[in-house]
């Protein structure tokens, strides 16, 4: 009997959340952690690979650029700088919307700006020192590990109940095309809804994330007021997001030492 599309994605979505914990996993070990055949785990690959999800190399699967989790020194740099840089935009009295990601998540220590706000559906924000100068409030939810993003039903009514002065969002992917995408399933739409009850809408993303695109979509580039990302984005890329409706565009320089 052919399987749905639905538990199809539910299925390639696992696989993602798998990676993200796992670093690499082999093609077998998939088979037997899903109870499917190599060659049905194949096709999954395949569409992830084509999705610029995944790579595939030698019988086993890793992440292109798992979402939030820096490949390398540079990007370590680059997300440190985009984080304070995003940071800079935070005024006084703000209230603020933070998604799951972890450059997102942050933004909020280097926050100097008073009396700020942050909601947010990243249960690792409870790892985050206490900061005098901003008062922290989880959404609840359903928790998805391993990136401990809180989703579901009651995330999605507490933002309903908030209007917040800015939004600060990573993605896994950014193109004139797709716009704003995901490789998780639940996620989404707990970005779709922050875009929609917030007034400002700041885009944190490293420049490996532009002209990529992910298997669930959540925004468009035209809702996008402003893009963070790293000297690595081209004029060209930059010039294209812009012609398609992103408000402007800041590239920090990641090859110089961040400042704490």
Do not use: W
Request: neutral net charge; glycine residues 8%; hydrophobic residues 40%.
């Amino acid at each position: 009997m052919k399987r749905s599309k639905a538990y199809v994605a539910s299925r390639r979505d696992a696989i993602v959340a798998l990676l993200e914990s796992r670093g690499e996993v082999s093609v077998s070990e998939l088979a037997e952690h899903f109870g499917v055949s190599a060659l049905t785990v194949r096709r999954d690959l395949e569409f992830l690979e084509a999705h610029q999800v995944v790579s595939r190399q030698y019988g086993t699967a890793k992440l292109l650029n798992p979402l939030g989790r820096p490949s390398g020194s540079r990007q370590v740099r680059a997300n440190k700088a985009i984080a304070q840089e995003a940071a800079r935009r935070v005024e006084d009295g703000d209230c603020l919307f933070v998604n799951a990601s972890s450059t997102a998540l942050s933004v909020i220590s280097y926050i100097t700006a008073q009396d700020v706000t942050v909601i947010t559906n990243n249960g690792k924000a409870l790892l985050l020192e206490g900061r005098p100068n901003v008062s922290m409030l989880l959404t609840g939810g359903e928790i998805r590990p391993p990136r401990a993003s809180l989703t579901g039903q009651v995330a999605l009514d507490y933002i309903k109940r908030v209007t917040a002065t800015k939004c600060f969002l990573g993605v896994t992917g950014i193109s004139a095309n797709y716009g704003l995408t995901s490789a998780t399933a639940p996620e989404p739409a707990i970005n779709a809804l922050m875009i929609e009850r917030s007034r400002e809408h700041i885009i944190v993303a490293d420049s490996s994330k532009i002209g990529l695109t992910s298997s669930f979509q959540f925004g468009s580039t035209d809702e996008v007021d402003l893009l963070i990302t790293d000297t690595g984005a081209t004029d060209a890329q930059v010039a294209n997001l812009m012609s398609h409706g992103v408000g402007e565009v800041v590239r920090v320089d990641a090859s110089m030492p961040a400042g704490e």
